[in-house]
């Protein structure tokens, strides 16, 4: 499990047992204090106090390094920069429902080298550093690493996703629900959840096409440590556009066929057919090549 990024890796765990204790010590607060953000998103009490700990945290420790936070921004340069989430499914946290997290990744220039993420309501942790392999557990010394599923087969894939309306405000509903169709299994778990359940093995692909970095830095290095491809929607690697989809590897090119997108979509005549291209006609349905 050692790599180059060993003692970044154990401050994301110290920083993620400051970002447990306090947001369960207010997660089913009575008096929790939640206000609307200008784009209609909820924040509580919560995020706000579980980033500023963590900002002052990694201030003391890292002082040379920059932070990106969803509630406060970005603070410093350089080529290392924190990115974290510090309550992942805020929605849920609210309604008191226990599938939320804090995601805490590390950057290098461009690329995400660390990533941490804690579900205390769950009482479930996921890590990750560059060629460190991913794990679970309770913590660094009680771990079992995480392997993807090496479903090849979109008949036989596990498909998870956070909602539907949000792939129509990108013209990719249709597309959605055809690859829904081809699969053995769809499932809204959901947020980070999908993407660790993908870590894991238990599904095979997850995509959301409307994320900001700090939802996607933490789980982009999990996913590829546990031997996943984590991509955009136009399948450029990584976490830096503004959406994710993340599979197995093996299913990652027939996946794209339904749900990709590309930056010159505008010129086909195929737009908003994402099954235009690489596919096969069987009995009347789409199906992309190599699912068979």
């Known amino acids: 499990m050692a790599s180059l990024f060993t003692d970044d890796l154990r401050l994301a765990h110290v920083l993620a047992d400051d970002a447990d204790a306090l947001s369960m010590e207010r997660y089913k607060a009575l008096d929790l204090h939640v206000s609307t953000k200008p784009d209609l998103t909820p924040v509580s009490d919560a995020d706000e106090s579980t980033e500023f700990a963590m900002r002052r945290t990694l201030g003391r420790a890292r002082p040379r390094d920059a932070f990106h936070g969803e509630e406060q921004g970005s603070s410093g340069r350089g080529p290392r ?74 008949a036989d894939a596990s498909f998870c996703y956070a909602s539907l309306t949000s792939w129509d405000d990108i013209g990719r509903s249709e597309g959605f629900l055809a690859l829904a169709r081809r699969c053995w299994r769809t499932r809204a778990y959901g947020d980070f959840w999908s993407y660790m359940l993908l870590a894991e093995g238990a599904v095979d692909i997850t995509a959301e096409p409307e994320l900001a970095l700090h939802d996607m830095a933490a789980l982009d290095v999990i996913v590829r440590e546990a031997g996943g491809r984590f991509t955009g929607l136009d399948g450029r690697p990584g976490p830096l556009g503004r959406n994710a989809l993340a599979t197995n590897g093996r299913l990652h090119d027939a996946a794209m066929a339904f749900l990709g997108h590309f930056p010159d979509d505008a010129d086909h005549d195929s737009e908003g057919d994402p099954t235009s291209g690489n596919v096969h006609d069987i009995g009347g349905r789409r199906r992309p090549v190599g699912s068979d």
Do not use: F
């Open 81 to 154: 920069r924190w990115v974290v989430d510090p309550i992942d499914g805020t929605k849920n946290y609210i309604r008191g429902v226990p599938v939320w997290a804090t995601l805490i990744g590390l950057m290098v220039d461009d690329e995400v080298v660390v990533g941490c993420v804690s579900a205390p309501a769950l009482g479930r942790r996921w890590w990750a550093s560059k060629d460190g392999d991913a794990w679970t557990g309770r913590s660094l010394t009680s771990a079992k690493q995480c392997h993807v599923s090496d479903i090849d087969d979109i």
